[in-house]
């Protein structure tokens, strides 16, 4: 299958949020945080738009893959929520980078990132692009009820881009959906009014059953992992990393224990990040590289659940 990721790039606001903050906004400790979900501190942006924080990114990917703005054949953004919903952040992006090509977002929650890979694979397999610039971006702390305690803690803000050329580096790769019956995880889109009356609809802050939602990422990623290694004919012991989606450092150690990895095997960076959606993976995988833990030739794979409810895993030779 199609792609080789020839360049990846990151970039995060500022300004920091850590837990000592967060005690003085909500009734909640650093102990209690560390202890549930593995994060001490997380980035919030202030003055940076969601559109900078992915061009930043993606600048980055192209600069680390040598590529030209003019050899891009097309653009994925994978984001729940883009700066303006018309044009989409993908379209966006094209202002910034200078780039004339097909652009599009998708949104499939956390597993966002995962899910425009697949995409861009998909495109390269029918001949409709040799490059492609894949951007996830997302800004959760818009989307958080800060006097929630339950779910404020747990979200920050960040962009990871990668750029794809044609290649065979992505060796499995199975994406998966089921209705979210019981409202597990939603975000709504505010109230909103059409020609002729007001409606209730549901409010844009985030409300999660977290308890659900753990049982849900832990079977999920559980399954997936396996799916996709059995697909790609690999075991553990072939695994650099399992680079996952960074929601909460209890389910990924679940996980771990469950599928037979070593501690060293398991990618994470939820401690300075927080939650950032489908940026999470994109971001984790392109400071692998920068810190020269990912060698050219290492099998890794990706993991990732969320809203939707969505679940997606990939094995990929970096
Ligand atoms: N500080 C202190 N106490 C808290 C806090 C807080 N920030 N939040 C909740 N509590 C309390 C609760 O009120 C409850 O108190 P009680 O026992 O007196 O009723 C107690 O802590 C336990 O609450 P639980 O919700 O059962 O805590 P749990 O151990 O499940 O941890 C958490 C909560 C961290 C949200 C966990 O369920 C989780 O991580 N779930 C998965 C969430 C997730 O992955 N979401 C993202 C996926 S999709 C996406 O990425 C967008």
Redesign the pocket.
């Known amino acids: 299958m199609s792609f080789t990721i020839a360049g990846t790039g990151y970039a995060h606001p500022v300004r920091t949020l850590d837990n000592e903050e967060l005690t003085r906004m ?4 650093d102990e ?2 560390v202890s ?2 593995g994060i001490r501190s997380r980035y919030i942006a202030t003055t940076e738009t969601l559109t900078e924080l992915a061009v930043s990114a993606a600048r980055m990917a192209m600069d680390n893959a040598g590529a030209e703005a003019a050899s891009i054949d097309l653009v994925i953004c994978s984001t729940v929520a883009g700066d303006t919903k018309c044009p989409t952040l993908a379209g966006n992006v094209l202002g910034g980078l200078d780039i004339r090509c097909p652009a599009f977002d998708v949104n499939a ?2 597993s966002g990132f995962l899910y425009a890979l697949q995409t861009a694979a998909a495109y390269m397999d029918a001949g409709l692009a040799e490059t492609v610039l894949v951007i996830a971006a997302e800004m ?1 702390t818009r989307h958080v009820d800060w006097t929630d ?3 404020c ?3 920050g803000d960040g962009a990871g881009a990668v750029l794809l050329q044609k290649g065979e580096g992505l060796l499995a790769c199975r994406l998966r959906a089921q209705p979210d019956k019981k409202n597990l ?1 939603v975000i709504g889109q505010g109230k909103s009014h059409s020609v002729f009356e007001e409606t209730d609809a549901a409010p844009s802050v ?1 409300a ?1 059953n ?2 659900e ?2 049982k849900f ?1 832990v079977t999920s990623m559980c399954r997936d992992i396996k799916e996709v290694l059995d697909s790609a004919g690999l075991g553990p012991e072939d695994i650099r990393y399992v680079v996952p ?1 960074q ?2 450092l ?2 990924l150690e679940t996980a771990r224990q469950r599928l037979g990895f070593s501690e060293d095997q398991i990618a994470v960076n939820i401690e300075r990040y927080g ?1 950032t ?1 489908s940026a999470s993976i994109a971001i984790l995988l392109a400071e692998l590289v920068e810190q020269g833990k990912l060698q050219r030739g290492d099998n890794i794979v990706c993991t990732a ?3 939707g409810l969505t679940s997606a895993a990939c094995v990929i030779k970096y």
């Open positions: 909500v009734d909640t400790s209690w945080i549930r979900t929650a956390c959760m305690r339950a779910s803690v747990l979200f995880l985030l999660m977290g308890p939602v753990f990422a989606h929601a909460n209890r389910i939650n959606s659940f969320g809203g």
